[in-house]
């Protein structure tokens, strides 16, 4: 267990639908970033927030993805009119970008156990 | 953006052997974490290691910055180690890429 976890675990939807995914990071860590990986292949970005701002989005993430981290804790991830390209892993991880005095270590990424969606 | 490149793809091993796998990137970077993910897509943070050599038990990473590439060491196998090994790199503060990863089989 890293810390970091994931609802839910599994989720099966039909074509058109809406689904909503939830993470909770490690309680310290001010940055969280979601990565979708498909079969075969290594996780790819999305999306990162530091504490509840969204800086970055990548090319994956098209308009039927939306992403929010109210308040710098949780995270959730939506996607809209789901389509069966959509289907993947989606992951969840944390991070701290400055450290905290104390800290010994930062930049190092911990993931959650992800949500694995299958869009029929 | 940068490029992550493993070998080999695929890693079959009796139980007991040891194994070198291989990570190659294409730019300097300021993070490189190892990770196993076991068959239920857990992904397990084995090294965060930018440079240098670590070790933790069977398992050793050594990263040449300067040249480019990470190793991770895996002695005396076991089955339990049977999965894919990602290597993951991240340039600035931002994501990390991965590569697309060794699938290790270790049979008894």
């Known amino acids: 267990d890293t810390g970091v976890s994931q609802d839910p675990r599994h989720k099966i939807t039909k074509r058109g639908q809406n689904v909503t995914f939830r993470c909770d990071p490690i309680?310290?860590?001010?940055?969280l970033y979601w990565y979708r990986q498909t079969l075969g292949q290594g996780p790819e970005f999305l999306t990162y927030?530091?504490?509840?701002?969204?800086?970055?989005k990548s090319r994956l993430l098209s308009d039927r993805f939306s992403a929010e981290r109210p308040k710098g804790s949780f995270s959730t991830l939506e996607i809209q009119r789901t389509e069966q390209g959509d289907s993947a892993m989606y992951l969840c991880?944390?991070?701290?970008?400055?450290?905290?005095?104390?800290?010994?270590?930062?930049?190092?990424?911990?993931f959650g156990p992800g949500t694995r969606l299958t869009v029929l | 953006g940068i490029q992550v490149e493993q070998s080999p793809p695929d890693l079959i091993l009796q139980e007991g052997a040891n194994s070198t796998l291989r990570c190659n990137f294409s730019?300097?970077?300021?993070?490189l974490q190892w990770f196993h993910q076991n068959p239920w897509g857990q992904l397990i943070n084995l090294f965060y290691?930018?440079?240098g050599t670590k070790q933790n038990g069977r398992l050793s990473a050594t990263t040449v910055a300067t040249e480019r590439y990470s190793l991770l060491y895996i002695s005396s196998s076991q089955t339990t180690d049977s999965g894919v090994y990602f290597c993951?790199?991240?340039?600035?503060?931002?994501?990390?890429?991965f590569g697309t990863g060794t699938r290790l089989t270790v049979i008894p």
């Open positions: 991880a944390s991070t701290y970008r400055f450290l905290p005095l104390g800290a010994l270590t930062g930049n190092e990424q911990f």
């Open positions: 309680s310290e860590h001010n940055r």
């Open positions: 927030f530091q504490n509840e701002a969204q800086l970055e």
């Open positions: 993951a790199v991240q340039t600035g503060a931002n994501n990390l890429f």
């Open positions: 730019d300097s970077v300021n993070n």
């Open positions: 290691i930018p440079s």
